[in-house]
Protein backbone atom coordinates (compact mmCIF):
# COMPACT_ATOMS: atom_id res chain seq x y z
CA UNK A 1 0.00 0.00 0.00
CA UNK A 2 1.43 3.49 -0.88
CA UNK A 3 0.99 6.35 1.19
CA UNK A 4 0.01 9.87 0.19
CA UNK A 5 2.27 12.77 1.74
CA UNK A 6 1.28 16.34 1.84
CA UNK A 7 4.10 19.20 0.85
CA UNK A 8 3.97 22.06 2.31
CA UNK A 9 5.57 25.13 3.33
CA UNK A 10 6.88 25.37 7.22
CA UNK A 11 5.69 28.60 8.88
CA UNK A 12 8.39 30.35 11.00
CA UNK A 13 7.34 28.63 14.40
CA UNK A 14 7.17 25.01 12.31
CA UNK A 15 10.68 25.72 11.19
CA UNK A 16 12.15 27.01 14.46
CA UNK A 17 10.39 23.24 15.84
CA UNK A 18 12.27 21.43 13.38
CA UNK A 19 15.39 23.13 13.38
CA UNK A 20 14.98 22.42 17.47
CA UNK A 21 13.90 18.89 17.18
CA UNK A 22 15.05 17.30 13.89
CA UNK A 23 17.89 19.34 12.26
CA UNK A 24 20.19 19.42 15.42
CA UNK A 25 20.09 15.41 15.48
CA UNK A 26 20.24 15.31 11.72
CA UNK A 27 23.44 17.26 11.08
CA UNK A 28 26.64 17.79 12.76
CA UNK A 29 26.89 21.19 14.48
CA UNK A 30 29.68 22.54 12.91
CA UNK A 31 27.29 21.88 9.37
CA UNK A 32 24.14 23.66 10.92
CA UNK A 33 23.68 27.40 10.29
CA UNK A 34 22.43 28.76 13.22
CA UNK A 35 18.64 29.87 13.57
CA UNK A 36 18.82 33.16 13.08
CA UNK A 37 20.25 33.00 10.10
CA UNK A 38 17.93 30.40 8.31
CA UNK A 39 14.86 32.76 10.14
CA UNK A 40 16.11 35.87 8.55
CA UNK A 41 16.81 34.11 4.91
CA UNK A 42 13.22 32.97 4.90
CA UNK A 43 11.87 36.11 6.01
CA UNK A 44 13.91 38.02 3.20
CA UNK A 45 12.43 35.64 0.44
CA UNK A 46 16.06 33.93 0.02
CA UNK A 47 14.70 30.62 1.18
CA UNK A 48 11.76 28.36 2.17
CA UNK A 49 10.94 24.81 3.87
CA UNK A 50 9.55 22.12 2.66
CA UNK A 51 7.83 20.04 5.15
CA UNK A 52 6.59 16.67 3.60
CA UNK A 53 3.79 14.88 6.22
CA UNK A 54 1.91 12.17 6.66
CA UNK A 55 -1.48 13.68 7.56
CA UNK A 56 -0.15 15.75 10.58
CA UNK A 57 3.16 14.01 10.95
CA UNK A 58 6.16 15.45 9.77
CA UNK A 59 7.86 12.53 7.86
CA UNK A 60 10.69 14.80 6.16
CA UNK A 61 12.31 18.38 5.34
CA UNK A 62 13.87 20.04 2.32
CA UNK A 63 15.06 23.52 2.88
CA UNK A 64 15.63 25.59 -0.08
CA UNK A 65 17.99 28.09 -0.67
CA UNK A 66 17.79 30.75 -3.83
CA UNK A 67 20.04 34.28 -3.76
CA UNK A 68 18.49 36.87 -5.02
CA UNK A 69 18.70 37.47 -8.80
CA UNK A 70 19.93 34.00 -9.32
CA UNK A 71 17.57 31.44 -11.42
CA UNK A 72 18.97 28.14 -8.93
CA UNK A 73 17.77 26.83 -5.97
CA UNK A 74 20.09 24.87 -3.92
CA UNK A 75 18.30 21.93 -1.62
CA UNK A 76 20.34 23.32 1.54
CA UNK A 77 19.16 20.48 4.49
CA UNK A 78 16.93 17.57 4.02
CA UNK A 79 16.44 15.40 5.81
CA UNK A 80 13.47 12.20 5.90
CA UNK A 81 12.69 11.10 9.88
CA UNK A 82 13.87 8.33 11.77
CA UNK A 83 10.92 6.91 11.59
CA UNK A 84 10.09 6.99 7.87
CA UNK A 85 13.59 6.16 6.56
CA UNK A 86 15.12 2.73 5.03
CA UNK A 87 11.96 3.15 3.04
CA UNK A 88 13.17 4.90 -0.47
CA UNK A 89 10.70 8.08 0.54
CA UNK A 90 14.45 10.28 0.29
CA UNK A 91 14.65 8.84 -3.06
CA UNK A 92 10.94 9.91 -4.21
CA UNK A 93 11.06 13.00 -2.16
CA UNK A 94 14.09 14.29 -4.29
CA UNK A 95 12.59 12.64 -7.82
CA UNK A 96 9.60 15.04 -6.73
CA UNK A 97 11.30 18.10 -5.90
CA UNK A 98 11.21 19.41 -9.69
CA UNK A 99 7.22 19.48 -9.69
CA UNK A 100 6.86 22.01 -5.92
CA UNK A 101 10.08 23.82 -7.44
CA UNK A 102 7.86 25.80 -10.15
CA UNK A 103 9.33 26.15 -13.20
CA UNK A 104 13.00 24.68 -12.54
CA UNK A 105 14.40 21.52 -13.61
CA UNK A 106 16.88 19.06 -11.20
CA UNK A 107 19.84 17.38 -10.87
CA UNK A 108 22.40 16.46 -8.41
CA UNK A 109 26.11 17.43 -7.93
CA UNK A 110 28.62 16.12 -5.26
CA UNK A 111 30.14 19.24 -4.99
CA UNK A 112 32.45 18.28 -2.57
CA UNK A 113 33.99 15.27 -4.53
CA UNK A 114 33.44 16.84 -8.06
CA UNK A 115 31.11 13.99 -8.96
CA UNK A 116 28.55 15.65 -11.30
CA UNK A 117 26.31 12.69 -10.98
CA UNK A 118 25.87 12.77 -6.98
CA UNK A 119 25.94 9.58 -5.61
CA UNK A 120 27.02 8.32 -2.02
CA UNK A 121 30.43 9.30 -0.94
CA UNK A 122 32.08 9.18 2.43
CA UNK A 123 31.09 7.92 5.31
CA UNK A 124 31.49 9.78 8.59
CA UNK A 125 28.82 8.86 11.05
CA UNK A 126 27.67 5.17 10.97
CA UNK A 127 24.39 4.25 9.93
CA UNK A 128 24.17 7.90 8.39
CA UNK A 129 24.85 8.77 4.71
CA UNK A 130 27.35 11.44 5.24
CA UNK A 131 27.97 12.31 1.67
CA UNK A 132 26.99 16.23 1.00
CA UNK A 133 25.04 16.49 -2.03
CA UNK A 134 23.61 19.66 -3.31
CA UNK A 135 20.88 19.30 -5.40
CA UNK A 136 20.62 21.99 -7.87
CA UNK A 137 17.18 23.64 -9.39
CA UNK A 138 17.27 25.62 -12.19
CA UNK A 139 14.54 27.48 -14.07
Not at 30 to 52: D, N, Q, R, Y
Not at 60 to 73: D, K, N, Q
Request: aromatic share 8%; charged share 20%.
Amino acid sequence: MNKTFTWRLLTPGELTDVYLQEMRRDFPAGELKPLSMILTSEAEGLAHTWGVFDGETLAAYLLMVRPEGSAISQLDYFAVVPAYRAGGLGAKLLAALPEYEAGCESGAQDLEHGNPGGGSVGNENPGREAGRIKYMIAK
